[in-house]
């Protein structure tokens, strides 16, 4: 197992939108099912989607209609898309393999009222 290298994070207000990118830390490492989890300040670090090689995905039901996972396998890179951001989804927010894998450092969303 390797970790992974989490990017994209920042400062939005409300409504905006961020793209969260995720790779492995070692570049030919093959991505299986990857799992993004949100930790917000005080809370445990949870699932939020995950998709598997195949393409199939899953989102809790919070983020459903505004979180979008997918994969670029030429790319060997992981995307989180999320669009109409709330401030409850504040953040850091990890990559990982699911179900077990090794946590990165995270990259920090904050979305402002």
């Known amino acids: 197992q390797v970790r992974f290298v989490e990017a994209g994070g920042g400062l939005v207000q409300a409504g905006g939108s961020l793209r969260l990118s995720c790779a492995p830390s070692?570049?030919?490492?093959?991505?299986?099912?990857i799992g993004w989890y949100r930790q917000a300040p005080g809370k445990q670090r949870d699932l939020v989607a995950r998709?598997?090689?195949?393409?199939?995905?899953y989102y809790v039901d919070s983020v459903k209609g505004r979180f979008t996972i997918s994969r670029d396998n030429a790319k060997n890179t992981v995307f989180l898309q999320m669009n109409s951001l709330k401030p409850e989804d504040t953040g850091v927010y990890y990559c990982?393999?699911?179900?077990?894998?090794?946590w990165g450092q995270g990259t920090q969303v904050t979305v402002s009222s």
């Open positions: 990982r393999e699911w179900p077990i894998g090794l």
């Open positions: 998709i598997t090689s195949g393409g199939a995905t």
């Open positions: 070692k570049s030919a490492y093959p991505l299986n099912t």
